[in-house]
C-alpha cells in the first residue's frame, strides 16, 4: 500500500493531468468561436484575444481552487463541464450572429458562467467536507417546497411558453425549481440514510415486496407529492418527471430492493396515461413525438430540428455553415439541434459521451465512497443530471416527448447553468473525501470500517 507521501505525490500528477485536460478543453470551445467567425468572415473577431483570457482566467481560477482545498477530486469532472460549457457558449454566439443586427446573448450566458464557477469555488473552498450537510433535512425539504412554490407568487411569478415555472426580479428571469432540485437530492439522500434499515426491512409484505411502515415513507411521500402537485400545477412535466425518477432510484438505490424500480415504472406508467388524458399540453407533446408532421404549424419546432439533423448528416456543415435559426429557440431547448446540424451526428455523439463521463465519474464517487449519505448523495447528483440530458436530448431527437428541460452547461439560461455548477462543485467535494488516503496507523479509531487488527503477545504467539 502507498505510504501519505507517494499518494500525495499521485495525485498532484492528477491535478497535473487535470489542468491540461481543461486548456484541452476550453481550446476545443475557443476553437468553435473562432471557426464560426472564419467561415462567416474569413477571419478572427478582434475581441478573441480578450474573449480567450476570460475563459481561460475562469477555467485557471476554479483549478487553483480544487488545488488547493480538495487536492484528491476526481480529475475529469472539471475538464468535461469546461468542454461542454465551452462548446454551448461557441453555439450560442454562433445563433447569435444570425439575426440583423447581431444579438448579444452569449454575454449573458458568459456572466451566468462565471456566477455558476464562483458558487463552485465557493463551495469547495468553503464546505470542503459535504457530511454536515446531512444535519439539515428537513430545513432543506422546506427551502426546497419554498422554492418550487415561488412562481405561484402573484408578482413575483410568470408564464412564459404555457408554463409558470419562472420568478422575474430586477428585470433578470430564474426558474427557481433547477435549485429546488439540488437542494432536495441533498434532503432525500439525508432523510434515506436516516431511515434506510425501517424502510428496507420494516414493513408488510405484499407480492414479494416489502413496503415500508407508513410512519417510516410519511413524511418523504408528504414531501414528494407536495413538490409533484406544485409542479404539475406549474405544468412543469420535465421537472416533474426529474423529481419522480429521482425519488425511485435514490430509495432503490437506500433499501437496496429491485422491486422499487418496478413499482415506480408501474407507477409512472399510469400517472403517465393518466396525465394524458387529463393535460391538453400533454396530449400536445405526445402527438409531436409520434406525428410530427400531422401538424406543421404546432409542430414547427420539432421538424425543423429533424430537417437540420438530415441537413448535418454525418459529419455536420461545419461552424457557423448551418442554419440552425430557423429553429425555434435553438439556443435553449433546442441547442443540441444546432449542434447536430453544425458538427453532425458525430459532434453531438461526442458530446453524449462527454456528458457519459461525467456521469460515470458521479457513479464511480458513489461506489468508492465509505459512507452512505456520500453514495447516496453521490448517485441523486449524478442520477439527476443524467436524467436531465436523457430526457432533453431524447426529446430532440424523438427518442421520447419533449419535456421542456434544458441541456446541461449548453443551454441558453442562468438558472440551469448555475445550479450545474453548484453540482460539479458538491461532487469534487464529494470525490475528495472519498478518494482521499486513509491513515493505517495503529491509533486509528476503533469506528473505522476496516478490519480492527489485535496485537498477540509474543509469549503466546505461535512457533
Request: proline share 6%; aromatic share 10%.
Amino acid at each position: 500500500m502507498a505510504g501519505p507521501e507517494e499518494s500525495v505525490v499521485v495525485h498532484r500528477k492528477r491535478r497535473n493531468v487535470e489542468l491540461a485536460m481543461i486548456l484541452v478543453a476550453q481550446f476545443i470551445g475557443l476553437a468553435g468561436y473562432a471557426l464560426v467567425h472564419l467561415n462567416l468572415d474569413g477571419k478572427l473577431p478582434p475581441e478573441m484575444l480578450s474573449v480567450a483570457m476570460v475563459w481561460v482566467g475562469l477555467g485557471l481560477g476554479l483549478h487553483i481552487a480544487v488545488r488547493w482545498r480538495a487536492p484528491y477530486a476526481d480529475p475529469l469532472l472539471l475538464p468535461c463541464a469546461l468542454l461542454l460549457n465551452g462548446v454551448g457558449l461557441a453555439m450560442i454566439h454562433r445563433i447569435d450572429l444570425i439575426p440583423e443586427p447581431p444579438r448579444h446573448d452569449v454575454l449573458t450566458q458568459l456572466i451566468w458562467t462565471g456566477l455558476g464557477m464562483a458558487l463552485a469555488v465557493l463551495i469547495v473552498v468553503v464546505l470542503r467536507d459535504h457530511r454536515p450537510l446531512q444535519g439539515y433535512t428537513y430545513t432543506l425539504f422546506l427551502l426546497g417546497l419554498v422554492l418550487m412554490m415561488l412562481p405561484l407568487v402573484p408578482g413575483l411569478g410568470v408564464e412564459l411558453n404555457g408554463s409558470r415555472v419562472w420568478i422575474r426580479l430586477f428585470g433578470f428571469s430564474f426558474q427557481p425549481a433547477e435549485a429546488a432540485k439540488f437542494v432536495m437530492t441533498i434532503a432525500f439522500a439525508s432523510y434515506l440514510v436516516d431511515h434506510r434499515d425501517a424502510l428496507a426491512v420494516a414493513g408488510p409484505r405484499f407480492l414479494r415486496i416489502t413496503f415500508p411502515r407508513p410512519r417510516d415513507l410519511a413524511p418523504l411521500g408528504v414531501m414528494l407529492a407536495i413538490a409533484m402537485t406544485v409542479l404539475v400545477t406549474q405544468k412543469d412535466l420535465g421537472m416533474s418527471m426529474l423529481f419522480f425518477g429521482l425519488f425511485v432510484v435514490m430509495l432503490y438505490v437506500a433499501t437496496e430492493q429491485p422491486s422499487w424500480l418496478v413499482v415506480g415504472g408501474l407507477s409512472f406508467a399510469v400517472a403517465a396515461v393518466l396525465a394524458a388524458s387529463i393535460f391538453h399540453h400533454v396530449q400536445v407533446r405526445i402527438n409531436a413525438w409520434l406525428h410530427p408532421f400531422d401538424n406543421y404549424d404546432q409542430n414547427l419546432q420539432i421538424i425543423s430540428a429533424q430537417f437540420g439533423y438530415a441537413w448535418g448528416g454525418l459529419l455536420g456543415r461545419g461552424w457557423g455553415l448551418g442554419r440552425p435559426g430557423l429553429t425555434p429557440l435553438a439556443k435553449s431547448d433546442f441547442i443540441a439541434a444546432a449542434i447536430g446540424e453544425e458538427l453532425g451526428v458525430t459532434g453531438l455523439m461526442a458530446l453524449i459521451m462527454v456528458y457519459a463521463v461525467f456521469a460515470f465519474r458521479g457513479f464511480r464517487t458513489a461506489l468508492a465512497a465509505r459512507d452512505d449519505f456520500s453514495k447516496l448523495l453521490a448517485v441523486g447528483l449524478s442520477f439527476v443530471f443524467s436524467l436531465q440530458v436523457f430526457l432533453i436530448i431524447g426529446g430532440v431527437t424523438r427518442l421520447t416527448p419533449m419535456t421542456g428541460l434544458t441541456t446541461p452547461f449548453m443551454s441558453h439560461g442562468g438558472s440551469s447553468m448555475v445550479v450545474n455548477w453548484m453540482i460539479v462543485g458538491l461532487l469534487l467535494v464529494i470525490s475528495h473525501q472519498v478518494r482521499r488516503p486513509v491513515a493505517t496507523t495503529p491509533e486509528m479509531s476503533l469506528a473505522d470500517d476496516s478490519t480492527q487488527l489485535i496485537a498477540v503477545p509474543p509469549s503466546e504467539a505461535r512457533p
